[in-house]
């Protein structure tokens, strides 16, 4: 069983942010996701 296939780093960002360069993407959404928590 390979855990890196069932779930990649770039997918997952909640469980391993190693690498947020690779996906800015992924970046802006935890930026928002923490940005809405503290505006709520």
Sequence with gaps: M???RI???GR???SAPARPSHH???LH???RHLR???RA
């Design 2 to 4: 390979d855990i890196r």
């Design 36 to 38: 809405t928590a503290h």
């Design 7 to 9: 779930r990649p780093a």
């Design 12 to 14: 997952r960002t909640d």
């Design 29 to 31: 959404d935890r930026d």
């Design 24 to 26: 800015p993407e992924t």
